[in-house]
């Protein structure tokens, strides 16, 4: 009599992890199983008996309409899911392997579980000058810093093939973000312009400052010669950025990443040590050099990042050296 209601526990089971009509095969055994035992064991004519037998029917229709419903949701999260996905990748599209002289690798890590963008955020853009680039970290998390991120890439995109300096691009992401943000909101970004004479210019928006690195020297910080303000920020003071230019040679690379990267710590609260790493960069491949740096920054944390962390790396490529043809006057010998 005792036993008789283990018999549900096949149904359950099956509503939790197969689909509806599994949940009502496995229940049509357990009451067909239940009531062949109470029949054998000359239960059917005690009223346990058939309470145990109603327990079983009960949790049988119940797991049944438990599966269904699981379906059901399971189907919609698919459908959110995809447009999510789809959303992503318009925000975050995949940037040029190549800008002007510059190869280009990103690498982008959410803090969000299953999320592939969160308030961090990267473009790069072909203008009539050269290439120009931002990297910005949004206050805070979740939609609001995700729907923040949107705005500012929308407006980069607008005004860095159009205006002519890139300060009038920081203008414009200025007033774009004036008409979004309420309060002390604000957005911490780097602009970069890669241009044909070996040199990029720099505005620095309260962002940590890019890393330089040269074949032949010690790792170094391209810091501004004065702090700026965020942009949403720029009512406050101090002064705008002034454009901070930095020269690079075929060879020599350029990395730009989010808070998320120099402020992840590992289990003893040690913050990741970027400019002792950045040896990882120095393989060929800049794609796989900043994956590399990825996986040492999430071994260094030990688990998921707290914090969402994005890195785009500027690589001057090594100068091609044309083919040289024979001689002029090895050339008509040769005709002849």
């Known amino acids: 009599m005792g036993l008789l209601p283990l018999f549900s526990v096949g149904p359950a089971f099956a509503a939790a992890a197969g689909p509806p009509r599994r949940a009502a095969l496995v229940g049509c055994v357990a009451v067909g199983l239940c009531l062949a035992v109470a029949w054998y064991d000359g239960l059917l004519d005690a009223r346990r008996g058939w309470v145990a037998f109603a327990a079983v029917v009960g949790v049988t229709a119940a797991a049944v309409l438990a599966a269904v419903l699981r379906r059901r949701t399971e189907r919609e999260l698919a459908d959110i899911t995809s447009v999510a996905e789809a959303a992503q990748r318009v925000l975050l599209r995949p940037v040029p392997r190549t800008g002007g002289p510059m190869r280009i690798a990103v690498s982008y890590t959410s ?59 920081g203008d414009r992401l200025e007033r774009a973000l004036n008409r979004r ?34 074949p032949d020297a010690e790792p170094e910080l391209a810091a501004p010669d004065r702090p700026a303000a965020p942009l949403g920020l720029a009512d406050l003071g101090p002064e705008r950025p002034k454009p901070h230019r930095i020269s690079l040679r075929p060879g020599e690379q350029l990395l730009l990443y989010t808070d998320g990267v120099i402020e992840a710590r590992d289990e003893c609260g040690v913050f990741y040590p970027l400019v002792e790493r950045a040896g990882l960069l120095a393989e060929p491949d800049p794609d796989r050099a900043l994956a590399a740096l990825r996986r040492d920054l999430v071994a260094h944390v030990g688990g998921p990042l707290k914090d969402d962390a994005a890195m785009l790396l500027l690589r001057y490529r090594e100068a091609v050296v044309p083919a040289q043809g024979p001689e002029p006057g090895r050339r008509q010998e040769a005709e002849s």
């Open 111 to 169: 803090a969000t579980a299953a999320a592939r963008i969160g308030g961090d955020l990267y473009e790069v853009v072909p203008a009539s000058g050269g290439t120009r680039v931002i990297v910005g970290d949004v206050q805070g998390k979740g939609l609001e810093a995700v729907e923040t991120a949107a705005v500012v890439l929308a407006a980069f995109r607008e005004a860095a093939p159009e205006a002519v300096m890139l300060d009038e691009v």
């Open 181 to 214: 943000l309420e309060g002390e909101e604000f957005v911490t970004a780097i602009l970069a312009e890669v241009e044909p004479d070996h040199t990029v210019m720099l505005l620095n928006y309260g962002h940590p400052a890019p890393l330089v690195l040269r």
